[in-house]
């Protein structure tokens, strides 16, 4: 056999291997920011609560304004309670820049909150009844995107004097 295949062969191997090797890491790399935003994305199982304790700067404003919606009795204490034991996920996700954002119930809370910023001057305008302003309420225990949809409706119509 003549050496030069013979290490032609083996060189090749070496080569494959090596570029072999280069693939695999360079597929499992991540950058700083991905491996930030998995663990980011991770934590985000945690209850609301506890990753308000943790310094979560957007988990405390959920929290907040869950605490400011129980104060104007939009939630009983037990509902803020179940909200604040729930998932951080349910209420915010982290978006590709690793910046937090309010998903399902967080947009939920964002609505009622700017609804109950509202509701007094709807009811002195007439633009909507007390009866309206306690159908947000007693929604808002039982489901809170129906109630969120609601306060919605009745916002716009206030803007728009659409039905």
């Avoid at 979560?56 to 034991?85: G, P």
């Avoid at 709807?122 to 129906?146: C, G, H």
């Amino acid at each position: 056999m003549d050496g030069r295949v013979a290490h032609g062969r083996f060189g090749r191997a070496v080569c494959a291997a090596a570029m072999l090797l280069a693939l695999v890491t360079a597929a499992g790399c991540e950058t700083g920011a991905q491996k930030a935003r998995k663990a980011n994305l991770a934590a985000l199982k945690l209850p609301l609560g506890q990753l308000a304790d943790q310094n979560d700067v957007e988990a405390a404003r959920v929290v907040a304004d869950i605490e400011v919606l129980r104060a104007q009795s939009v939630f009983s204490d037990s509902a803020a309670n179940a909200l604040i034991a729930m998932p951080g996920a349910a209420f915010m996700t982290i978006d590709a820049k690793g910046q937090p954002l309010r998903i399902e119930r967080g947009q939920d809370i964002t609505e009622l909150l700017a609804f109950t910023a509202v509701e007094p001057a709807m009811l002195k305008e007439k633009n909507i009844t007390a009866n309206d302003a306690a159908e947000v309420r007693r929604l808002a225990i039982d489901n809170l995107a129906a109630a969120a949809e609601k306060a919605k409706q009745f916002r716009m119509h206030r803007r728009t004097g659409l039905p």
